[in-house]
C-alpha cells in the first residue's frame, strides 16, 4: 500500500488556498479610478452615471461590453473602447461626435455623421441653420462643416442657404451658404 505524504498533502492545499485567495482577491477589486478621454460636449459625470459605475464595483464582475453597450446609448458617442487594469483602473477610450449645426426648422442637432438628435438645450455655442435645404446640399453642407476645426465652427453664429443668382433669377451655384460670425 501507498502511504499518504502529509507534508506533500499540505502543501498542495496550500498551494491551492493560495491561487484561490488571489483570485478572490483580483475578482474583487474595486474601482479606484475612472479615466475618461475624448469626451468634449459630454461630462463625465453623465458618462459614469449611464455606464452604472457610481458605486465603485468591483472591476474584473462588471463586463467591457456592458459599459460598452450603455455608453453608447448616448446620442453624441459613436464608439466607446474600454480598459481594465490590475490596480483597479478604470479607462474609457470615447469617439464623440461633432457637433454641426441646429437645424431650426427641425429643432435637430446635426452631427457630423449627418445624424440627427434631439436638442435638449444642452449644447452651447452651436450654430443655427435657418430655413430649409434640400438634402443634396445639405449632406454638402455637413461634409463641408466636418472639415472645418472645432474653434471656428464654434464661432458661427447663423448659416443660410443662400444659392447664387443672376439679376434675372437663374440660379448659378445652388450650394452656396452665408455664415454669419462672431
Do not use: W
Request: glycine content about 6%.
Amino acid at each position: 500500500r501507498r502511504r499518504l505524504n502529509i507534508k506533500n498533502c499540505i502543501k498542495f492545499i496550500l498551494v491551492i488556498g493560495i491561487f484561490i485567495y488571489i483570485g478572490y482577491y483580483v475578482f474583487n477589486i474595486p474601482i479606484s479610478h475612472i479615466e475618461i478621454t475624448g469626451t468634449n460636449r459630454l461630462k463625465d459625470s453623465e458618462i459614469i452615471r449611464v455606464a452604472d459605475l457610481v458605486n465603485n464595483p468591483p472591476i474584473f464582475q462588471v463586463l467591457s461590453i456592458d459599459i460598452e453597450n450603455k455608453i453608447e446609448r448616448l446620442a453624441l458617442v459613436e464608439e466607446v473602447k474600454v480598459k481594465k487594469s490590475l490596480t483597479g483602473v478604470l479607462t474609457l477610450k470615447i469617439k464623440e461626435a461633432k457637433i454641426l449645426f441646429l437645424k431650426k426648422s427641425t429643432g435637430k442637432i446635426v452631427v457630423d455623421s449627418g445624424k440627427e438628435i434631439d436638442d435638449n438645450n444642452a449644447y452651447l455655442g452651436v450654430p443655427i441653420l435657418i430655413g430649409s435645404v434640400p438634402d443634396s446640399n445639405l449632406q454638402d453642407l455637413v461634409k463641408g462643416l466636418t472639415q472645418i476645426d472645432q474653434c471656428v465652427l464654434q464661432s458661427i453664429n447663423e448659416i443660410y442657404y443662400e444659392p447664387s443668382k443672376t439679376t434675372d433669377g437663374t440660379i448659378i451655384d445652388e450650394t452656396r451658404f452665408k455664415l454669419l460670425m462672431n
